[in-house]
């Protein structure tokens, strides 16, 4: 399950960084061949066997992603339109508008859909084991964490809101694909490469550690600089990139990828492993105070959550792949120009 959920995240961000140099270079290419080439980027990338490396390229890529966030909220603020929405170029769809509630006509798959989308971004607990275990101090993880929920909250919340504030009902996903101005979009979303190679490599790294160290055990090739060591390293990591590659070419739209994600796996890592470890550390004394019964009801609300995500949620994840291939989305391993 860990693996699965990991490789179709690196598949998802080998679609997203296709989808950046679609749009940088006028779609100059077939679509597969840029998919190839960050597949390419991404194994290199990931040689390195420990998580040192990964930490110096991280920072650079949230400086680029803070980047690309603020000049998209800049962009999106001084522009006079925007250019597109789901429903038509702009003003088709009428003058923008915001609302706090779907609009009339919203179809219950669309809306667990956006809740699954929702969900993904806050679910990134699966790496924190592995995160903790190469810390130089384990024991400040929790003040790793504090920060990393303050700022996530502010990214996820803040920035969505403005940007909604100006695009209204013409936003796309990603959202940098509605702004007006071609030298707007390509200037924000140019810096959304770094951070999608350096995520995938994150979860590249993860995935192959898991497979590499059942594969050589307790070899001295497991943690020596051996030819035998390393050449295992990188066919298991080009092998994880590879099966990326054709997840990123079948699924066909960056929501659908989302969408999968949040409910076959986030329902499980975000939500029922909890309720479920709550209840195996705390059996015979769930009410035992008022303290634990609410506790106890949190979890049983956690839990019921995390079953609807994983059931009604994968069949509308289902359910928007196949209206996406009946319908005008890219067809799998296809050159079709997938630029916002």
């Given amino acids: 399950m860990l693996l699965a959920n990991n490789i179709m995240l690196i598949g998802f961000h080998v679609l997203t960084g296709a989808k950046v140099i679609n749009t940088l270079s006028d779609h100059s290419m077939c679509t597969v061949i840029f998919s190839v080439i960050v597949t390419l980027m991404g194994i290199i990338m990931s040689i390195p066997r420990t998580l040192k490396h990964v930490s110096f390229m991280s920072m650079g890529s949230a400086a680029c992603m803070g980047l690309a966030i603020l000049l998209f909220l800049v962009f999106a603020g001084i522009e006079k339109a ?25 179809t219950w798959v669309a809306c667990m859909n956006a809740v699954l989308n929702i969900t993904f971004l806050w679910v990134p607990q699966i790496l924190f084991p592995t995160f903790i275990s190469e810390m130089e101090k384990p024991q400040d ?32 996903a990603p959202a940098f694909g509605s702004l ?91 939500f029922i ?21 609410v506790m106890t009801i949190v979890h049983i609300v956690v839990m019921i959550s995390g079953l609807l995500l994983l059931g009604p949620g994968t069949y509308a994840a289902v359910k928007a792949i196949m209206a996406d291939y009946s319908g005008t989305t890219r067809p799998a391993f296809s050159c079709k120009n997938v630029a916002i």
């Fill in 82 to 106: 925007p250019l597109v929405g789901y429903n038509g170029d702009y003003p088709t769809d009428g003058p923008v508008r915001t609302y706090a509630f779907p609009l009339p006509g919203t």
């Fill in 180 to 270: 007006g101005t071609a030298a707007f979009k390509k200037g924000s979303f140019a810096f959304v490469i770094v951070p999608t190679l350096v995520i995938g490599v994150i979860y590249a790294n993860v995935s192959a550690k898991f497979i590499y160290t059942r594969i050589m055990g307790r070899s001295r090739h497991a943690h020596s600089n051996t030819v035998i060591g390393w050449s295992v390293w990188t066919a298991v990591m080009a092998g994880i990139w590879a099966i990326a590659f054709i997840f990123a070419e079948v699924i066909p739209s960056m929501g659908d990828f989302l969408s999968l994600l949040g409910a076959v796996f986030d329902s499980w890592f975000g």
């Fill in 141 to 172: 993880f929790p003040k790793a964490l504090a920060v990393l929920a303050g700022i996530s909250g502010f990214l996820f919340i803040i920035p969505p809101a403005i940007g909604f504030r100006y695009l209204g009902q013409y936003s796309t």
């Fill in 273 to 293: 492993f909890f309720a479920v470890a709550y209840w195996q550390m705390n059996r015979g004394k769930l009410f035992n105070s008022t303290g634990k019964s």
